[in-house]
């Protein structure tokens, strides 16, 4: 079945930098493009950055343009989100999400960034 498995959250400074990653298996994963989303406590799960398929293209939140880089190794299997320059606003569980898989979208179960002091 669909899996996919976020790392790479935490506690980072204002300012500091993390790197996300989201492991992918049971579907093509070359196949489809990916998204990330992230949900702040009291706030609807957002889009954040969107890859295709091939990882030519890539677009972006307003928010995060400038400071957030999505990427992807389709020979691992894996999408990743570099994050630069984090806000206290960034807080937030970050999801990995396909695209529609045979009619339905997948999640993973997320991981918690807090960017405080």
């Known amino acids: 079945q669909v899996q996919l498995v976020e790392s790479g959250g935490g506690l980072v400074q204002p300012g500091g930098s993390l790197r996300l990653s989201c492991a992918a298996s049971?579907?093509?994963?070359?196949?489809?493009?990916m998204s990330w989303y992230r949900q702040a406590p009291g706030k609807e799960r957002e889009l954040v950055a969107r890859?295709?398929?091939?990882?030519?293209?890539?677009s972006y939140a307003d928010s995060v343009k400038g400071r957030f880089t999505i990427s992807r190794d389709n020979a691992k299997n894996t999408v990743s989100l570099q994050m630069i320059n984090l806000r206290p606003a960034d807080t937030a569980v970050y999801y990995c999400?396909?695209?529609?898989?045979?009619?339905?979208?997948?999640w993973g179960q997320g991981t918690q960034v807090t960017v405080s002091t």
């Open positions: 999400r396909t695209a529609s898989v045979r009619g339905n979208y997948y």
């Open positions: 890859i295709s398929s091939g990882g030519g293209s890539t």
């Open positions: 049971g579907f093509t994963f070359s196949s489809y493009a």
